[in-house]
């Protein structure tokens, strides 16, 4: 039973690029959420996609957007990234409307230089 | 909007020995889940243990156990018999009730570090 997962494992960009993300969920599950884990934080939402739509949303800005695909897996993008934008990025899944647990890929560490 | 507080920042136990992480949050729900997630340096994101505030009976998972007090809106977690393998960032996590319409977004709070001694 495959479980989350995402890639790239690490990322190197610069200020004002942009840089995609992705996740594939637990099989079985159909909706996603992504957090944002800053050095010595707890992950932060930053939204959730279900049926290939954003269904929630964090406090972050309209530089994050996302995208679903027929298959459940997930794209973050960040545009016009800033030095703050480093972080662990985090994906979970969960099956739509259940009380499951969700279930967390290994992340994404992102170094914006 | 929910809080979740995690008061301390690091903790220390002797391997063996037993150790209780706190946890207290805020919301005006009546049905939710609290979780506790264990964090190593791999990164993983792992379920520790889970409770559904409905129910009054604290969870246990083998060495990890729950304090939960609904009143007081509190959620410690206790690890018994500690291992050197225990030793990670620990994060009290909190869910609305499927119900609520709020889909399934975690709040997290800031995270125990625990180390292990021998």
């Known amino acids: 039973d495959a479980g989350v997962t995402q890639s790239p494992t690490h990322l190197i960009k610069t200020r004002g690029q942009q840089v995609t993300l992705r996740c594939s969920p637990k099989?079985?599950?159909?909706?996603v959420s992504w957090y944002q884990q800053a050095l010595g934080q707890g992950p932060q939402f930053i939204f959730q996609?279900?049926?290939?739509?954003?269904?929630q949303r964090g406090n972050f800005p309209d530089r994050f957007s996302g995208h679903q695909f027929p298959n459940y897996s997930s794209e973050l993008n960040v545009n016009a990234l800033l030095l703050g934008d480093s972080a662990l990025y985090l994906c979970?899944?969960?099956?739509?409307?259940?009380?499951?647990?969700?279930?967390f890929g290994p992340g994404t560490r992102l170094l914006v230089l | 909007a929910q809080t979740v507080t995690q008061s301390q920042p690091e903790m220390s136990v002797q391997e063996a020995e037993t150790v209780t992480l706190s946890c207290t949050y805020d919301?005006?729900?009546?049905?939710?889940?609290l979780f506790w997630y264990k964090q190593p340096p791999s990164r993983q994101m792992i379920l520790v243990i889970r409770?559904?505030?409905?129910?009054?009976q604290n969870a246990t998972e083998n060495r990890f156990s729950v304090n939960f007090q609904k009143a007081a809106k509190s959620f410690s977690l206790k690890i018994s018999d500690s291992q050197l393998g225990d030793a990670a960032m620990y994060f009290c996590?909190?869910?609305?009730?499927?119900?609520?319409?709020?889909?399934?977004?975690?709040?997290f709070g800031t995270g125990t570090r625990l180390q292990v001694t021998l």
């Open positions: 919301t005006s729900e009546s049905d939710y889940y």
């Open positions: 409770q559904e505030a409905y129910k009054q």
């Open positions: 099989s079985g599950h159909d909706t």
């Open positions: 996590a909190y869910r609305s009730h499927p119900w609520s319409g709020t889909a399934s977004k975690l709040t």
């Open positions: 996609y279900y049926e290939e739509e954003e269904r």
């Open positions: 979970a899944s969960i099956i739509q409307g259940t009380a499951e647990t969700q279930y």
